[in-house]
């Protein structure tokens, strides 16, 4: 499982099968197909200098929260998993179940946007994103910004807008900074809730 995720990463190595520790968890997470396989094996880890990161299990409920301080709206709706070069947040989302199983759900600190995406856990990491990764997880332009810091990002960073779109900010390179995570989405809750 996730062959096709790991070959689109180059995934040389991955953490030893391992069980993740699910105890903290909402079921929500265990419910929705391969979420215990895909961290067992993915947990923790960064892909291509920060195109696209796992959060680690422990982390998830603090995401969660963070997240619904931007979209206090979506109580009940957020289940962070992982996140992007962007700071956008990849969540799974109970209230839309199609064949058992949780969609997934993008949320956006630069644009004040969530953007409901139509694949369960495995299908948007084995199908979505190896065939369609411009409109997942923005490769091209994050391709454009890596030209400019080929030292790409840590864990802990983003490129954050500085102006954010919602306030008339540019889509373009010029108009992103290395900020921190946590930092970047506390500043854009504040803006897109006032």
């Known amino acids: 499982m996730f062959k096709n995720f790991s070959n689109f990463f180059s995934t040389v190595e991955v953490k030893n099968n391992r069980s993740p520790s699910i105890l903290s968890l909402d079921k929500i997470y265990s419910s929705a197909n391969g979420f215990l396989e895909f961290f067992s094996l993915y947990e923790g880890m960064t892909f291509q200098k920060g195109l696209?990161?796992?959060h680690n299990i422990k982390e998830?409920?603090?995401?969660?929260?963070?997240?619904?301080?931007?979209?206090?709206?979506?109580?009940?709706?957020?289940?962070?998993?992982?996140?992007?070069?962007?700071?956008?947040?990849?969540?799974?989302?109970p209230?839309?179940?199609?064949?058992?199983?949780?969609?997934?759900?993008?949320?956006?600190?630069g644009t004040g946007d969530a953007l409901e995406i139509p694949y369960n856990f495995i299908d948007f990491h084995e199908k979505e994103m190896p065939q369609f990764p411009d409109a997942c997880i923005a490769i091209e332009f994050f391709n454009e910004w890596?030209?400019?810091?080929?030292?790409?990002?840590?864990?802990?960073?983003?490129?954050?807008?500085k102006t954010p779109l919602f306030l008339g900010g540019v889509d373009d390179v010029e108009n992103l900074e290395k900020s921190d995570l946590d930092v970047y989405w506390s500043i854009c809750a504040r803006l897109i809730q006032g």
């Open 60 to 93: 998830m409920p603090k995401w969660n929260g963070i997240v619904t301080e931007a979209f206090p709206n979506l109580i009940g709706r957020i289940y962070c998993f992982s996140y992007d070069w962007l700071g956008r947040q990849f969540s799974l989302d």
């Open 146 to 161: 890596l030209s400019l810091h080929p030292e790409g990002l840590k864990d802990n960073e983003c490129a954050g807008y």
């Open 95 to 109: 209230s839309r179940i199609v064949d058992g199983q949780p969609q997934i759900l993008l949320l956006e600190p």
């Open 52 to 54: 696209y990161r796992i």
